[in-house]
């Protein structure tokens, strides 16, 4: 990943953030695209500090909105010239609630971001991978986008329909040098899961994070740097032919559902 220009959506925390670190370690140079400018900064802080001679770029954007996604890709173009990753990570949950019960403007928000935002970043991403010959995207669906989730309509529907956008882009594009997959993380311990547990039970989340794990073949959670080890693989020249494939990393769980 020797200087390989890789952008980066919801890159401040979680599993973007966890990316961020795997491919900062092996040379690339990062664009960081998140809403949340505070932690957007915080996320460059640490990434510089741990990464002497780290080139970055940050952008503050709504990856629902179809100029700011217009717009980092161009402040891309503008500082690096080029774009050879793409991982395409920012999403949200939404609400839990039965599917004939589900808030419409929730579902909406849920919609815009998780397939929009993704779709946006596809559109103008890909035209420059075109140009040079090559390109290695990352999409991020989900296990819920390769199962059900109970009241979870509109987070399952947006991750399905990532699986099969990733999909299309394997096909339409592969020829053009460009390998696109998707990733299906499970349980992954981010901070937004931890505070999940603390939700559970705030008195003791260990506790709460220990009984869930128990479902799991391994018998624990998966730790970012899992998810964000995989995916700097797949973003790197190393991955020469896995193309449109929607890869779960969640320690084997998903086959277990309906058996369990």
Known sequence: MKDKVVIITGGAMGLGYAAAQSLAAKGAKLVLVDYNEEKLKEAEASLTKDFDGLETLTVVADVSNEEAVKNYVNKTIEKFGRIDGFYNNAGIEGRQAPMTEYDLDVFKKVID???????????????????????????????????????????????????????????????????????????????????????????????????????????????????????????????????????????GESNLYGNS
Do not use: C, W
């Open 113 to 251: 971001i998780n397939l929009m935002g993704v779709y946006y970043g596809l559109r103008y991403v890909i035209p420059h991978m075109q140009k040079q010959g090559f390109g290695r995207i990352v999409n991020v669906a989900s296990v819920g986008g390769i199962r059900g989730v109970v009241n979870q309509t509109a987070y399952v529907a947006s991750k399905h329909a990532v699986s099969g956008m990733t999909k299309n882009a394997a096909i339409e594009y592969g020829k053009d040098g460009i390998l696109t997959n998707a990733i299906a993380p499970g349980a992954i311990l981010t901070p937004m899961v931890a505070e999940a547990f603390k939700q559970v039970n705030p008195d003791d989340p260990k506790a709460a994070e220990a009984e869930y794990a128990q479902h799991n073949p391994t018998r624990h959670l998966g730790d970012p740097k899992d998810v964000g080890n995989f995916v700097s693989y797949l973003l790197s020249e190393e991955n020469g032919y896995v193309s449109g494939q929607t890869i779960a990393i969640d320690g």
